[in-house]
């Protein structure tokens, strides 16, 4: 029986993972042993950027290849596992990263806004979710892996599944949802031996949240929300993604693994209440 977090031979697909969480959680199962799919969005500079992390794969002796789908599109979901199953044999490891951000204040927010963020943070997550579980279910048991799991999902939600957001309603929503979601299917596909796990990152130093760190003022107002005192990096999340992915914690099913330096401790209420 294999055990610790090697992921030598697993093949994850990683979406969303040309920047930011995805990119390093790509990188981080690589170097852990696992072939990767690096998932990334068609047009701008997606492509590019994700040929930037297959190459990293590559330099550091890792295994990857690029694949370019809108997560929110049935289609183009069952193609991007269809062409992972191609390249690589099969599917073993998920990880449901892509995520957007579409803020306003709710008398502003356009119908488009909100069904464009729940449209890839919930309903992609689940597209995804239900073509892993397919594939986890089709393809053979590995003999070696007698005991352990024979798939694995791992959402990457928010302190926002739990924090609530003014003016972010959409992307607070699509959090909460995808706490139930994760539950849900956890309970659902535990006797398959499918393993279904969360981690929710606090805040992380990535593209999307730039302004509430690219400045001293704004780090400063941040920093008053983390009680660890720094802001997050990709890293500390992709090493928990690599821990979660690997067969060291096979009996954890369910379960939301906050990130995030305390940030879900309600700081406010040091000395204060
Ligand atoms: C959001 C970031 C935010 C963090 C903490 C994340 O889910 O994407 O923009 O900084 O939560 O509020």
Redesign the pocket.
Known sequence: MRQGSDLQDRVALVTGASSGIGRATAIALAQAGARVVVNHRAGGDSQARAAAVVEAVQRLGGQAVAAAADISREAEVEHLFEQAVRHYGRVDILVNNA?I?HPAPVADMTLADWKRVIDVNLTGHFLCARAAARAYESQPADPARKGLSRGNILFIS???EL?P?AFQVN?AAS?GGLSMLMKSLAQELAPARIRVNSIA????RTA??RP?WDSPESLAR?LK?IPYGRIGEPEDVARAAVWLAGDASDYVTGTTLFV?GG?TLYPEFRGAG
Do not use: R, T
């Open positions: 995520g951000e928010s302190v926002h924090i957001w992307y959090k990152p606090g805040a992380i999307i949240n509430a941040l929300l995030d940030m």
